[in-house]
């Protein structure tokens, strides 16, 4: 149980933005100045994990959120809101695709992740956005191993033994059912997927 709530907190949905940011400019082949990587990281890490912190902070302050894991769509649609309009302000403002067509699209395939996450509470279906941002991650540096020729096997085999435990966390946790678990799996592999066959 303790195990399971661990990785839930480690690998929380939260943090996938920016560890993707991170292992763009980790594993890209291209030099990027120190500057320019300083004037996208910063921004990133505060609009991504320190603002929707705080915002949840205030949310669960107000009664309006019971706990970080947004258990019923009520509870996901004003932070779906909030990310939507974040991942916006970075689209347009912090990695345009002047700066880094692959960063940016990136983040365009986070917006759609995000939109369809969104439709999905609309309609009152539940899906898992912890699946949602692993896999995410992983189709990401999939997509930009085979754009950039580089070889990043050892990093996806871990993403895929990551992706899986915390599948099998959410389950023994009974945070949501096998469906849910496939569903946003889908969710975040598919616009990243997409986004790198067409766009790049």
């Known amino acids: ?46 609009l991504t ?12 302050h107000l009664g309006w959120v019971q706990s970080h894991e947004l258990r019923s769509a009520k509870e996901r649609k004003i932070p779906l809101y909030a990310a939507i309009t974040i991942t916006y302000v970075i689209i347009l403002h912090i990695a345009p695709p002047a700066f880094s067509p692959t960063l940016h699209y990136f983040f365009v395939g986070i917006m759609s992740t995000l939109f369809l996450c969104l439709l999905l509470v609309i309609l009152n279906v539940k899906a898992s956005i912890h699946m949602m941002g692993i896999t995410g991650v992983a189709a990401f540096i999939f997509g930009f191993s085979l754009h950039f020729q580089v070889n990043t096997a050892p990093i996806l085999a871990a993403l895929v033994i990551i992706s899986g435990v915390i599948a099998v966390s959410r389950l023994y946790l009974r945070a949501h059912t096998p469906r849910e678990i496939a569903t946003g799996a889908l969710i975040g592999t598919i616009p990243q997927l997409v986004i790198f066959c067409f766009l790049l």
Do not use: D, W
């Open 49 to 60: 994990v320190l603002i929707p912190i705080v915002l949840y902070l205030l949310l669960k």
């Open 1 to 46: 149980m303790i195990i399971c709530r661990i990785f839930s907190y480690l690998f929380h949905p939260l943090f996938m933005p920016f560890t993707g940011t991170m292992a763009f400019y980790m594993l890209s082949p291209q030099h990027i100045p120190y500057e320019s990587r300083k004037n996208v990281i910063l921004p990133i890490l505060i």
